[in-house]
């Protein structure tokens, strides 16, 4: 039985080469068109299918015996191009071999040392074998999770569990930063997510691994693409980083930024804005500009009578807001409530004063206890 079943491993594997080895044709339009070999521009990779040189480094491993390998590399590349037939088939055809063949589960890829290279590092992934218990269970899951999300038609849906997938893979990764085909997947789920810092750290990952000397295809593939998009130029990450905490900055400060009146006792309202620092907060209105310091205040209240929030210094002086516009008072007092309650909502969130009293009126901060 023995002979039978490597026989049927042989003949299923030369299958495989010849899938591999030839573009997939179009089964609505056959022709007998020969190629013209006068021909020198190479023909595009049509859209939703592996380029031709990550097809023939398939092809590579297959005639290289590294089977195991080759069925990890079409799973990792079926995630990119999950509509390529050639794929579809070649996973099909390796499972039906393997099985055949009573091989063990593939194990998780492995780089080999570069070929004088000696900067780069040559991969220490553990195998499969080195796995145990819930470790095991984890890295599995990690891949299951991975495949679903991909397959998943809900786009909602499918971005909700690739960013499971990222948190709870980079937690398993700073246990075992050598998994390979994590890595992979995090690069691909980053390029799903447009999450160019993943991205570029997944990329800058494989690639001190060795992956452009591996003969993986999946890697050439995904560096591939994240080239194409520029997450592997460290200043092209840098700039978006910076656009990204200038862009939080001034989110930040519009949250905490409140449009009113500045009451003053005996004289009257004066129009302006509030902003809430993380040490200080600013007023600056047609009456000029006051700032006083968070170490500066005792506490803070509201005035139910004057719809106003009252900050009142240690030094006895105060400063009175209220938290919305003159065209705000032909609405009730609901709405105006909301208001107050909104600043006071802040300065806890802003300050981490402490509330007592859980209505708005009742309500008095004070500045937590250290």
Do not use: C
């Not at 997947?185 to 001190?208: C, E, H, P, T």
Request: no cysteine.
């Amino acid at each position: 039985m023995k002979p039978l079943r490597r026989l049927l491993a042989t003949l299923i594997l030369d299958l495989l080469l010849a899938l591999l080895t030839f573009p997939l044709l179009d089964a609505q339009t056959p022709t007998t068109t020969l190629p013209d070999t006068n021909a020198t521009a190479p023909k595009a990779t049509p859209a939703g299918q592996a380029p031709d040189d990550v097809m023939k480094k398939l092809s590579d491993v297959v005639h290289a015996g590294k089977y195991a390998e080759a069925q990890q590399t079409v799973a990792a590349l079926l995630i990119l191009y999950p509509d390529d037939q050639r794929l579809i088939k070649a996973k099909t055809l390796l499972d039906k071999s393997l099985a055949s063949a009573g091989s063990a589960s593939p194990t998780r890829g492995s780089f080999p040392p570069s070929n004088g290279a000696a900067n780069v590092p040559a991969a220490t992934d553990t195998t499969a074998t080195q796995l145990t218990g819930i470790d095991k269970v984890e890295y599995n899951a990690l891949i299951e999770l991975a495949r679903q999300a991909r397959q998943d038609t809900d786009l909602e849906q499918q971005k909700a569990s690739l960013k499971q997938f990222m948190k709870d893979s980079d937690l398993f990764l700073q246990k075992y930063p050598n998994e390979i085909l994590l890595w992979q997947l995090r690069a691909i789920s980053a390029i799903s997510l447009n999450d160019i810092v993943a991205g570029y750290d997944a990329g800058q990952k494989l690639l001190a691994m060795g992956a452009t000397d591996s003969s993986d295809p999946a890697n050439l593939a995904i560096l591939v693409q994240l080239k194409n998009k520029g997450w592997l130029d460290k200043n092209t990450v840098t700039e978006f980083k910076s656009t990204v905490t200038e862009f939080q900055k001034r989110a930040l400060q519009e949250k905490f930024t409140f449009q009113g009146r500045h009451t003053v006792r005996a004289v009257g309202d004066f129009r302006g804005h509030l902003t809430l620092n993380e040490i200080d907060a600013v007023y600056e209105g047609e009456d000029g500009t006051i700032r006083f310091n968070l170490d500066e205040i005792r506490e803070v209240r509201p005035v139910h009578f004057r719809m106003t929030v009252q900050f009142e210094m240690k030094n006895g002086k105060d400063f009175w807001f209220k938290p919305f516009e003159e065209s705000s008072f032909q609405h009730t007092n609901g709405h105006e409530e909301k208001e107050v309650s909104d600043l006071l909502d802040a300065v806890v969130e802003r300050w981490k004063f402490v509330s007592a009293g859980t209505k708005t009126w009742d309500r008095v901060l004070k500045p937590p206890t250290h």
